[in-house]
């Protein structure tokens, strides 16, 4: 049960940003997408964190399961977290067309989406 949630953050993700993402932006004129993405990415962050606080529970609640995975799922909150927080912080720079700082708020966010991505990827793996 305990790699039930990581699978669901990996697939999440996958499907965020293989799918759902590149078919709007393909579809959808930049006005409308930027109006949906703003709909969604703070839903996904939200659903990325709830995961990730039922993946500890669950952890911790095993009695037989080491310290890593706790680690990667408390991790998988905080950064999701973190990307949630810095939502509202992006659009306004977006919104005053504040490249620069777009460009750094959107790597981190990026960054970490892909840190989460590979630490839920490892937790079957790990000890």
């Known amino acids: 049960m305990h790699n039930f949630f990581p699978g669901l953050v990996v697939g999440a993700i996958i499907l965020q940003v293989a799918i759902i993402a590149p078919s709007m ?3 959808l004129d930049l006005k409308n997408f930027g109006t949906a993405i703003r709909a969604i990415w703070p839903k996904f962050f939200a659903m990325i964190v709830i ?6 529970i669950v952890i911790y609640l095993h009695d037989d399961i080491s310290l ?6 408390i991790v998988t ?12 912080a992006t659009n306004r720079a977006t919104d005053e067309g504040d490249q620069k700082t777009f ?12 840190i989460i991505l ?9 000890p």
């Open 103 to 114: 460009k750094i708020l959107h790597r981190i966010s990026v960054g970490f989406t892909i």
């Open 25 to 27: 932006f393909r579809t």
């Open 51 to 56: 995961l990730g606080v039922l993946s500890s």
């Open 68 to 73: 890593y995975p706790l680690i990667v799922s």
């Open 118 to 126: 590979i630490l839920n990827i490892a937790f079957p793996f790990l």
């Open 77 to 88: 909150v905080i950064l999701a977290a973190i990307c949630y927080i810095i939502i509202p």
